[in-house]
C-alpha cells in the first residue's frame, strides 16, 4: 500500500501535466470541431456534425491528403534507402565513418526555417539546381521547381528528405549496432555477402527499428508544416498544400477556427489510421523463433 | 524531430485560444466611445504591427502623450506578427486599448463579431488641433474603407499606394521612359528584352501583387470603376466580365511574350523584389512599402520610381484611378482605458505628428495635408498621382472574401504556368465568387 502511495505520488505531476496539456486540449479539439467559430471573439455556434460534412467534400482538403501520402510514399522511401546506405557507412570503423556520421547529423542541427532558406535558394530560378544544370549542358532541364505544379511538392520532399536523413540513419544505425555479432559471423561463414545478407538477415532483424522508423515518419509527414509554409505557402495554385498548411490557412486566414479543427481531427485521423495499419503489418517480429516454427 | 514541434506550436496556439476562450468578461454591446472631457488615467496599453516602420513613431507618440497626461501610464508594444498574438486576448475578452493589428489580422471578423467599438462618435468631436471636426482631417476616401452599415470601426493611419517601379538611372541610360499606356508597354518591353534584361519581374508566391498592380487596374481601365465595383460586390457574371478577360489575357500576353521573368512564378516577394533593385528585371508591381522593404539590399547605385500601371488606350476608365490600401487601426470593444486609445490615436493623426510619419517613414498618410511639405524624393510621384487621381479606389474583396481570393490567386499561378487560358482564368475567378455568394456563413459587403 505504502508501495502504491510513493508510485502515484511520483507519477501524478507527469500524468496530470500530460492531462492539461495533451488530452484536454485533444479532447477540446474535438469539441470546436463540432462548432462555427472565427476564432477572434468567445461567440461559437454549434453545427453538429456540418464541418466534417464540408470536409469530407472539400476538394482542397483532400488534395492536401493526396499531396500528404505522395510525400510520404516518395520522400519516405527516399528517406528509408538513403538512410539505410549512410547507417552502413557509419557502422564501418574508422575515421571517415565516423565524420559521416556526423555530417549526416549536421541537417537535424539547422532550424527548418534554415532548411527551407537554403533549398529555397538551390531551387531559385537562378539558383544552384538551375546552374548546375545549365553548367552541364542540361540547359533544357531547367526549371522554376518550387513555381512548377509538378515539381513544387516533390522540391519540399527533397528539402524535407535532405533534413531527416540523419535522424534515420542514427536509428538504423543503432538497429545495425543490436545485430548479433554471432548472427553476421554465421552469415559470413555460410557465404551470405552483399545484398543477399542484407535480404536475408539485416532487414528482417531491423524489424522493430523499422517499426519504429516508419511509424514516426508517418507522423512526421503528416505534421508537414513549416517547410511548405516557407518553401511554396502550398503554391503553386495548391499544387504542394499539406494538411496543415491547409488548416493554417482555414483558421488564421479564413478565420475558420471551427473547421480547421476539424481539419486537425482530419489529419489526426489519418496519421491514426495510417500509423495503426503499419504497426499491424509490422506486428510480428519476422526473426522471432515462434515465427520461425510456424514458417 | 522539428516538424512535430512546430505542430506543437500550432497546436500550442489554438489550444491558447481555446483555453482562453472561456466567458469573455463583459459581453457589453458596441458601446460609442470617445469623450475627450473626461481626464485621461490609469494604464493605455498600445499594441502595433512591427513591420517595415517598426514601432519607433508609436512609442514617441505615446511617450509624448504619456507626457501630457502624467496620470496616464502608456505602454507601447508590438511584433511581426502581432496578429497571433492578439486573437487569443481578443478571445479571452482582454484586449489592449488601441491595436493596429496588422495585414494578417482578419478586420472584417472583428467587426462581424463585435470586437470593434465604432467611433463615429468621436470622429464628430473636434480635431486633435481644433479646427473642424477629427472626421475632417481624414482623407474621405480612405476614411470610407473602415466602415460597415454607415459605422465606422476601422480608422487609417499610412496610406499605401499601388503601382509599379523603375530605376530612373537605367531608363534614363538607356533612353527608356515609364510607359503610360499598354501598347507603349509592349514597344518598351521589346526593347528592354533586346538588351537582355527581364522587363517584368512579378512576386509568384503571392499573387495579390499581380492582381493589385496588372489585373484589376487594367481591368477598371478596360471597364471602369463598374467592372471592379461589380467584382467586388459579386455581381453575378462580374468576374468573368469582358474587362476581366480582356485584362487576364493581356497578363497571358505578356506572359507568352517572355515580358514576364522566367521563374518569378515560384519567387518570394523578396526574391523578386531583389531581382528588381539588382537590375535584373526592369520593373516590379508593388505597393508604396517597396523602398523600404528592400532598402537593407538595395546597392547604392539603384534608384526606384513609382508610376501608375499603364492604361489601356480606349478604355472606359480614367487614366488618372489609383489604387491605395490602408493597414487600419482600431479600438477592441472590450479596452479597459477606451477613451485613453482614442485620445491617442487623435494625438497620432494631428497633422505635425502624421507629417512627422511622412518625414521619417516615407510614406503618405490618410491625413489631409500631411504631404504639402518638402516630401522625401521617393514620395513627390506617388503623391503627385494621388493628388491627381480622379478615383482613388481599394481592393477591399481580398479581406473581405479570403476563401475566393485564395482561388483566384492560384488560378493566376496556373495560368501563368500556362495551365489555364485567360478564359479558364476567369471561369474559375466567376467559380470562387459564385462559392462565396452561396456561402451563408460568409458576411457579404457592399463598395461604398
Not at chain 1, 492531462?19 to 484536454?24: E, N
Not at chain 1, 526549371?143 to 536509428?171: I, K, P
Request: glycine fraction near 8%.
Amino acid at each position: 500500500m505504502k508501495r502504491t502511495g510513493f508510485i502515484v505520488g511520483f507519477l501524478a505531476p507527469a500524468v496530470l501535466i500530460y492531462l492539461a496539456l495533451v488530452l484536454v486540449p485533444l479532447g477540446q479539439a474535438l469539441i470546436f470541431s463540432a462548432y462555427q467559430w472565427r476564432g477572434v471573439s468567445a461567440k461559437r455556434k454549434f453545427v453538429g456534425a456540418d464541418n466534417f460534412r464540408e470536409l469530407a467534400g472539400d476538394h482542397d482538403f483532400l488534395r492536401s491528403v493526396t499531396n500528404n501520402l505522395w510525400l510520404l510514399v516518395g520522400a519516405g522511401v527516399v528517406i528509408i534507402a538513403v538512410s539505410l546506405v549512410v547507417a552502413h557507412l557509419t557502422a564501418a570503423p574508422g575515421k571517415s565513418a565516423k565524420l559521416l556520421r556526423g555530417f549526416s547529423l549536421v541537417p537535424q542541427m539547422v532550424s527548418l526555417v534554415a532548411v527551407a532558406v537554403l533549398w529555397q535558394f538551390i531551387f531559385n530560378p537562378e539558383g544552384l539546381l538551375n546552374a548546375t544544370l545549365r553548367g552541364v549542358g542540361l540547359s533544357s532541364w531547367t526549371r522554376t521547381w518550387l513555381g512548377d505544379s509538378h515539381f513544387a511538392l516533390a522540391g519540399v520532399g527533397v528539402a524535407f528528405a535532405w533534413y531527416a536523413v540523419g535522424f534515420y540513419a542514427l536509428l538504423f544505425g543503432a538497429g545495425l549496432r543490436n545485430i548479433p555479432a554471432e548472427v553476421n559471423e554465421a552469415a559470413e561463414l555460410d557465404g551470405s555477402q552483399g545484398w543477399h545478407r542484407f535480404a536475408q538477415i539485416t532487414w528482417p532483424m531491423l524489424w522493430s527499428v523499422k517499426r519504429t522508423a516508419i511509424t514516426y515518419l508517418v507522423i512526421n509527414v503528416m505534421n508537414t508544416f513549416a517547410l511548405v509554409f516557407l518553401m511554396t505557402r502550398g503554391g503553386p495554385d495548391r499544387a504542394s498544400d499539406t494538411m496543415l498548411t491547409y488548416l493554417y490557412e482555414q483558421a488564421f486566414v479564413n478565420s475558420k477556427f471551427g473547421y480547421a479543427t476539424a481539419v486537425a481531427v482530419g489529419n489526426f485521423a489519418v496519421a491514426m489510421i495510417l500509423s495503426l495499419a503499419i504497426l499491424f503489418f509490422l506486428r510480428r517480429d519476422p526473426t522471432s523463433s515462434q515465427n520461425r516454427s510456424e514458417a | 524531430m522539428k516538424g512535430i514541434f512546430q505542430w506543437f506550436a500550432i497546436s500550442a496556439l489554438a489550444i491558447s485560444v481555446v483555453g482562453c476562450s472561456q466567458p469573455a468578461g463583459s459581453a457589453k454591446a458596441n458601446e460609442p466611445a470617445g469623450s475627450t472631457a473626461k481626464e485621461l488615467k490609469g494604464d493605455l496599453e498600445v499594441v502595433a504591427f512591427k513591420g517595415g516602420y517598426g514601432l519607433d513613431q508609436y512609442e514617441k507618440a505615446g511617450k509624448e502623450f504619456g507626457e501630457k497626461h502624467p496620470d496616464l501610464k502608456v505602454k507601447v508594444t508590438g511584433d511581426p506578427r502581432v496578429w497571433l498574438q492578439l486573437r487569443p486576448r481578443l478571445v479571452a475578452g482582454t484586449p489592449p486599448d488601441l491595436m493596429f493589428p496588422g495585414w494578417d489580422m482578419d478586420v472584417w471578423a472583428l467587426i462581424e463579431e463585435g470586437q470593434l467599438k465604432p467611433l463615429d462618435e468621436a470622429l464628430d468631436q473636434p480635431a486633435a488641433n481644433g479646427k473642424g471636426t477629427w472626421r475632417e482631417s481624414f482623407d474621405p476616401n480612405v476614411l470610407k474603407l473602415g466602415q460597415k452599415d454607415g459605422k465606422t470601426y476601422l480608422l487609417p493611419y499610412y496610406v499605401m499606394t499601388y503601382g509599379w517601379w523603375f530605376d530612373p538611372g537605367v531608363f534614363t541610360k538607356n533612353g527608356w521612359t515609364a510607359p503610360k499606356t499598354y501598347a507603349e508597354l509592349l514597344t518598351l518591353c521589346e526593347k528592354i528584352k533586346a538588351k537582355g534584361i527581364a522587363p517584368i519581374t512579378y512576386q509568384g508566391q503571392y499573387p495579390y501583387y499581380m492582381i493589385e498592380g496588372m489585373l484589376l487596374p487594367w481591368a477598371a481601365s478596360i471597364g471602369g470603376m463598374e467592372a471592379v465595383n461589380d467584382a467586388q460586390n459579386l455581381v453575378p457574371g462580374a468576374w468573368k466580365s469582358d474587362a476581366l478577360l480582356k485584362a487576364a489575357t493581356m497578363i497571358d500576353e505578356l506572359n507568352k511574350k517572355g515580358y514576364l521573368q522566367a521563374g518569378a512564378v515560384g519567387m518570394s516577394h523578396t526574391e523578386s523584389q531583389t531581382q528588381f533593385v539588382n537590375g535584373k528585371a526592369a520593373m516590379i508591381p508593388c505597393g508604396s512599402w517597396l523602398p523600404s522593404e528592400m532598402k537593407e539590399v538595395t546597392p547604392p547605385t539603384a534608384k526606384m520610381q513609382f508610376f501608375l500601371p499603364p492604361v489601356v488606350d480606349g478604355g472606359k476608365g480614367d487614366p488618372s484611378t489609383m489604387l491605395i490600401g490602408v493597414e487600419p487601426w482600431m479600438i477592441p470593444n472590450d479596452a479597459k482605458n477606451p477613451e485613453a486609445g482614442i485620445e491617442l490615436f487623435r494625438y497620432m493623426t494631428s497633422l505635425p505628428k502624421a507629417k512627422e510619419f511622412v518625414e521619417t517613414k516615407n510614406t503618405l498618410m490618410a491625413i489631409k495635408g500631411s504631404d504639402e511639405m518638402k516630401l522625401p524624393e521617393v514620395l513627390v510621384p506617388q503623391s503627385a498621382a494621388l493628388k491627381a487621381a480622379k478615383t482613388v479606389w481599394s481592393n477591399q474583396f481580398r479581406s473581405w472574401y479570403k476563401a475566393a481570393e485564395k482561388d483566384i490567386e492560384g488560378a493566376l499561378t496556373s495560368m501563368l504556368n500556362g495551365e489555364l487560358t485567360p478564359q479558364q482564368f476567369v471561369d474559375r475567378c466567376e467559380a470562387a465568387a459564385e462559392k462565396t455568394r452561396k456561402d451563408s456563413s460568409i458576411p457579404k459587403y457592399k463598395v461604398s
